[in-house]
């Protein structure tokens, strides 16, 4: 069984970056898109971005300017690198496997238990 | 962007009725590409259709999905008590993927 679990601080000073990892377990990460998304009352679910296995990367052009993404097969997980966070970055933040070879695209199919960020001094 | 908007709002059933939800896209949307979730209070969200029609694993068949284009629905046929949470379609066929804003099923 294929389980996603994210891990980092759960507070964050305005301004500081963010770092949270996902160790993902009962799959190879050598395959398959790995994404984030964070959920907060006012702005619903918003994609982050995703890293593929190979390392390439997308973002939401939104966030580009302060993400970043990265993965580790050896150790299998992956990371999200935020940096000048402030009180809108304050969400709940998934992290998820996104399904996709081609035309062939079932979605976020498995996704972490997610992790609570709050932004404040 | 592609902005995803689902209708109605909140949607207010009992067990056994049945839910038609609705996201309407911005643009066209390749049906392989628009998938649709559940959510509980306090979990994930969970994937239930995939290519506009499809069920994923272990989702019952009282679930369905259709449509094309802009216009998608999600259909539960017989509501049951577990049924009651917010459902979000979701768009990967245009970066940046988008989510709606979700239609919340609850108990009347």
């Known amino acids: 069984q294929v389980q996603l679990q994210e891990s980092g601080p759960g507070l964050v000073r305005p301004s500081e970056p963010l770092s949270l990892s996902c160790t993902v377990s009962?799959?190879?990460?050598?395959?398959?898109?790995w994404s984030w998304i964070r959920q907060s009352p006012g702005k619903g679910l918003e994609w982050i971005g995703y890293v593929y296995y190979s390392g390439s990367t997308r973002y939401n052009p939104s966030l580009e300017n302060r993400v970043s993404i990265s993965i580790d097969k050896s150790k299998t997980q992956f990371f999200l690198n935020m940096r000048a966070l402030t009180a809108a970055d304050t969400a709940v933040y998934y992290c998820?496997?996104?399904?996709?070879?081609?035309?062939?695209?079932?979605?976020?199919?498995?996704w972490g238990q997610g992790t609570t960020v709050s932004v404040s001094s | 962007d592609i902005v995803l908007t689902q209708s109605p709002g909140t949607l207010s059933l009992s067990p056994g009725e049945s839910a038609t939800l609705s996201c309407r896209a911005s643009q066209s949307v390749s049906s392989s590409f628009l998938a649709w979730y559940q959510q509980k209070p306090g979990q994930a969200p969970r994937l239930l259709i995939y290519?506009?029609?499809a069920r994923a694993t272990g989702i019952p068949d009282r679930f369905s999905g259709r449509g094309s284009g802009t216009d998608f629905t999600l259909n539960i046929t017989g509501l049951d008590p577990e049924d009651f949470a917010v459902y979000y379609c979701h768009q990967f066929g245009r970066s940046p993927q988008t989510f709606g804003q979700g239609t919340k099923v609850e108990l009347k």
């Open positions: 998820a496997r996104w399904l996709c070879a081609g035309i062939n695209c079932p979605g976020l199919d498995v």
């Open positions: 290519g506009a029609s």
């Open positions: 009962g799959a190879s990460i050598s395959s398959h898109y």
